[in-house]
Every structure is written in C-alpha cells, then in structure tokens.
C-alpha cells in the first residue's frame, strides 16, 4: 500500500498541473447506442448468424489519446479525492494521460432499428484519440428493466439464429462478465479540436472489420442442440462439458476490444 507521503506528493503534484493556464481546452460530445455493427455473419463452422436482441450492461466510458490504458487504483483514489466527478478534469486517473470520459452505467441495446438512443455527453480534452475503455457490469434493478426481465443480474443477453445446412437453431447466450472487468483499447479515432460538433457512437461488432472474424466463430451450434429440437441456450455456468466450453469461448471472444468500436458521426 502506498504511504500518506506518497500519496500526498503525487497529489500536490496532480494539483499543480490542473492549475497550468495552458491546460488543454474541454469540449462536449454526445455518446449515443450505434446499432449497425450488429449485422448478419458466416462464421468459421459456416454458420449464418442472425441477432434480434443484444443488450448488455456497461460503465465508464474512458477515451484515450494513447491506445490501451490501463488506470491503477492509486491514481483512480486520487482523482477522486483531488477532482469529485462533476469537475473532475479527464485523464487525472491516468496517470496524466490526455483523454475523456462519460461515467455512469449504461444499458445498451443494439437491436437494429431502435434508433440512436443517447446515454450522455461525453467530456474530452482537445487531442488525437485512438481507443476507448469502459467496464462490464450486471444488470440491476436500478438500470430499468422489468422485474422478470432475464438479462437482470448478468453482464449480456443475445439471442438469434443460427442457420446451416437448411437448418436453423435459436439460440439465446446469457453472458456474466467477472467482477471489474475491463475492456480496454477498443479503437476510436478522431482528432478532437476546439471547434469539434461529433456525435459518438459505441457499437457492438459482430464481425471484426480488420481481421474479419465473428463473435461466433468456434461455436459449432448443431453439435450443441444434443436434442436437436432446433433450440440452444448457452447460459453462464453450463454442467455439460461441450456447453461449457462453447461458453467459455464465446465469453472470451465477447469480452475482447475487436468486437467493440466507437463511430464518429461527422
């Protein structure tokens, strides 16, 4: 554990650099649900995969002029102590990194056709941004679901179709993300100026655009449907082995930067 007078010197040194007159201008973007990286996908096994429900709960959005970022406890303590949330200044919990941000939890549901529905206004400072953070959380009462509603006290809910073969199975995977897991480095570009007007949009990618994998890939859903009554659920803690590690996988894959992106809308 780090000493008062650690702390107290990395402290007084946060402050002085908030007093700088040269610090870098803030500017103010809305962040909105961008539903159009949920598209139709051919997976590895040669799958078709179509989604029509992928919500999950998150918090913090963090976006970074420096790729992936990872913020340590002492700096998120200080930051906290030094700057509450209402003027905290982006980036002190960084390490002094230059970045912005938009606290809070959020629900997010990119079902195509719902519309770009807006979670905030984020804050950035002036600079070249190229990734975004943010932490997967469980779905509570609080976040305004209904009380019967199934994503309540998991991370995600997808639910589609998997079709091969002239064969379709439904499936539905319910996902629980680890206490704080955090997702770091999931690309966002765009040179933030003073006279910046964008609308930001954080999507959920079925399908990698770089390397052009899916989310499904490795889950061979026919094998899955033992029964073969055409329906598959891939809940958080199967018992049967094969569903365990089809869910494993999928929770991994999920759970990684390539599936995620922040869109500017010019």
């Known amino acids: 554990m780090y000493g008062r007078s650690t ?12 007093g700088r007159p040269e610090e870098a201008p803030r500017v103010e973007l809305p962040v909105v649900v961008d539903a159009s990286g949920v598209t139709t996908v051919t997976t590895d096994l040669g799958y078709t995969v179509e989604l029509v429900e992928a919500r999950m709960v998150i918090r913090d959005l963090v976006f970074s002029v420096a790729g992936e970022v990872h913020a340590t406890g002492l700096w998120s303590t200080i930051a906290d102590f030094l700057l509450p949330t209402a003027v905290a200044h982006p980036g002190h919990f960084q390490g002094g990194e230059v970045t912005g941000e938009l606290r809070g939890r959020f629900l997010l549901d990119f079902v195509p056709g719902n519309g770009d529905v807006e979670l905030g206004t984020a804050t950035l400072l002036v600079g070249a941004y190229e990734s ?8 509570e ?3 305004g679901l209904d009380a019967d509603d199934p994503l309540l006290g998991h991370t995600a809910l997808l639910r589609g179709h998997a079709s091969k073969d002239e064969n379709s199975i439904a499936f539905t995977a319910v996902i629980d993300s680890p206490e704080g897991r955090e997702l770091t ?3 966002f570009s765009l ?9 930001l949009g954080i999507r959920f990618l079925t399908e990698d655009p770089f390397e052009g994998d899916t989310v499904f890939d490795g889950i061979d859903f026919g094998a899955l449907d033992a029964d073969g009554d055409g329906e598959l659920t891939l809940d958080p ?23 995620f992106d922040v869109r500017v809308f010019e």
Do not use: K, W, Y
């Open 185 to 187: 480095g999931a690309p």
């Open 237 to 259: 803690a199967p018992t049967e082995p094969s569903l365990r590690d089809a869910m494993n996988r999928f929770r991994r894959t999920f759970q990684t930067h390539d599936h």
């Open 191 to 199: 040179e933030v100026t003073e006279a910046s007007r964008q609308r």
């Open 141 to 143: 009462d609080g976040d």
């Open 7 to 18: 702390a107290l010197a990395i402290s007084v040194a946060l402050l002085s650099a908030c």
């Open 132 to 139: 975004v953070n943010f932490v997967f959380e469980r779905a």
